[in-house]
């Protein structure tokens, strides 16, 4: 396959699509809700926002600053124009940037929160990078894929050993939180609704794309590679699922 013909492809799969992840704005506010004593205007990073779906979701849950930030140049301006429709320009400041190598000054922030996005560093791995970017005692709030059942059938093992080998069940989760010198508040399993909210758009437009591409045998296996992960969640969401973890910086 082209490299470059399929990172088209799928970009033009995932273009302007309100999520990058699951997600939903009931999962967003219980998490938000599980993280007490914040200061009444806390400094929020939204770290891998995509695009922003969890951000303006936070803009109804805080009247604190958020600073979204996102390698992904069109997402970030996309972001910025919706800001400033929304009247939200000066509670949001959207930055496009490395969220494994972030430029802030250390505890700057009162949570760092990542929906979808951690694993493109690894949950350790990113825990331990952005905990010095947190106040004392500040909070993360992040949802990584885990899994649900330790009997997964070999076809979805393979799968995941394929997209994701650093999966790991909930226990492994906590203990990485806990290794990262946090303290677990609160965990929940997001609902199979959060994730429809994000496979539904992509799965109507890979078919729009199928008859577009049907003479096109590499953009057709960009396609196909969709249609199977969407397939695999259909048959196989009680095996795993996304897992959001609130905890505090020791």
Known sequence: MNEDEGMRVFLEIHHDNPQEGPGDFSSTRRAFSRMEDLPPLPHILDAGCGPGRQTFDLCRLTRGNIVAVDFHKPYIDALQRKSKALGLSRQITALTGDMANLQFRPQTFDVIWSESAIYNIGFRAG?????????????????EVAWLRSDAPD?????????????????GNIAD????????????????SAWWA??????????????KYKSNSCALEVLEAETREIDLYRKYSDYYGYVFFIARAL
């Not at 825990?127 to 949802?143: D, I, R, S």
């Not at 076809?155 to 226990?171: G, M, R, T």
């Not at 939180?177 to 199979?192: G, I, M, N, S």
């Open 177 to 192: 939180l806990r290794a990262a010198e946090y303290q677990p508040v609160a965990h929940f399993k997001l609902p199979e």
């Open 127 to 143: 825990l331990e990078m952005w905990k010095p970017l947190l106040k004392k005692a500040g909070y993360v709030a992040v949802t």
């Open 155 to 171: 076809k979805l093992k393979a799968f995941w050993d394929s997209e994701y080998p650093q999966i790991q069940d909930v226990d």
């Open 198 to 211: 994000y496979y539904r758009p992509i799965e109507k437009r890979v078919q729009q794309m199928k008859e």
